[in-house]
């Protein structure tokens, strides 16, 4: 790494949001905000429970990720046709790119739809073609990565596997997400397995509120390539080597971790002792409609709460990009544009 000299709190902001930085950890339809859910329900002529954009964002008050969840979901009924998932997906990468995210690894939740009847091709079809046009169109690259729900079964996931088999090569890898506790990633070792085979990449949710156990299953049983979330890794010293030694990389929600009290207070997120341990950490928003903010948001909004540096915003962004599952050359492109806007902005400074 190039040597960064001290950059100073007041421009430490602006540094983040220039910086080009990956995003690999979103939820699609936790970008589902107010203001689209209801222009969806009013275009699919569908009553909500609520009477206005206003009175829906105050319902937004949970803490905990299962009240999370049942939200989460009811905001997700609207969608019903390929056009609605084509603007939800048009809508976070637009947002995405006044971020200066260069490229997006999208999490989508297809039983969330299949179980209303929604079609899986209708989802990443639509879903799909926004990826495509966004290259060109917003320039931004983006990619899917379809979760599993993990409180449902096995059987389930496979089902939705085969579902999606004709459509595999519109997305790039399987993860696992919903609620963790009581669901441990070796409940779907066989579909994960089946997956690989199919030559997908593998990531999943584990170690956000569930134990550091959950995580090793991930890597051993699952055989996952990143971990999402991670940060109960600390309280298993075996397990901070481990990931460290293999850069194994965790994509790391601040906001969704405040929101969900993973933490008492953003200032004791521990983002900054995972980089110190030498971990391949990352920043990213989860399901920024519902939990405050988006990635740029994330960012400022962490490093003010815990002081850390340029240096250390480097660091997560080269991360980002490394731990993309995009090819080497653009890679390599991205971290050269990180590096030349890191130039710029610290010439400016002097
Ligand atoms: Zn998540």
């Keep these: 790494m190039f040597k960064i000299p001290p950059v100073s709190a007041a421009r430490l902001p602006e540094l983040l949001r220039a910086m080009p930085k990956a995003e690999l950890h979103i939820h699609i339809e936790g970008s589902l905000e107010p203001e689209l859910i209801f222009a969806l329900a009013q275009r699919n002529g569908l009553q909500l429970p609520y009477a206005s954009v206003a009175e829906l964002r105050s319902a937004y008050a ?38 200066r995210v260069l490229h997006a690894e999208i999490f989508f939740d297809p039983q969330t739809h299949t179980a209303r009847g929604v079609a899986i091709e209708t ?131 601040p906001l969704s971790n405040q929101k969900l009290c993973v933490f008492p207070s953003l200032a004791q997120h521990n983002l900054g002792r995972l980089l110190d341990a030498g971990l391949a950490a990352t920043v990213n928003s989860d399901d920024p409609a519902y939990f405050g903010g988006y990635i740029n948001e994330n960012f400022t909004q962490v490093f003010a709460a815990t002081g850390l540096t340029a240096r250390q915003a480097y660091q997560l962004a080269f991360n980002s990009f490394e731990a993309s599952f995009a090819g080497n050359a653009d890679k390599r492109l991205w971290q050269h544009q990180l590096k030349e806007s890191f130039e710029r902005f610290v010439e400016h400074d002097y």
């Design 62 to 99: 949970f803490c905990n990720l299962q009240s999370f969840l049942d939200i989460y979901y009811a905001g997700a009924s609207v969608l019903r046709h390929e056009q609605d998932f084509y603007d939800l997906a048009h809508a976070y990468l637009a947002r995405a790119a006044r971020d």
């Design 123 to 253: 989802v990443i079809d639509g879903l799909h073609r926004a990826c495509a046009e966004a290259r060109t169109g917003l320039g931004i690259s983006a990619t899917l990565i379809l979760c599993f729900l993990r409180h449902l079964s096995e059987k389930a996931a496979f089902e939705t596997l085969e579902q999606a088999e004709p459509l595999l090569d519109k997305i790039v890898g399987v993860g696992l997400d919903s609620s963790e506790q009581g669901h441990p990633p070796e409940k779907f070792a066989r579909v994960f397995a089946r997956c690989r085979e199919r030559g997908l990449h593998l990531v999943a949710h584990a170690g956000e509120e569930g134990p550091p156990a959950y995580i090793w299953s991930a890597l051993d049983v699952l055989r996952v390539e990143r971990i999402d979330h991670g940060v109960q890794a600390v309280h298993d010293a075996a397990l901070m080597q481990r990931l460290a030694h293999q850069r194994i990389a965790l994509t790391v929600c």
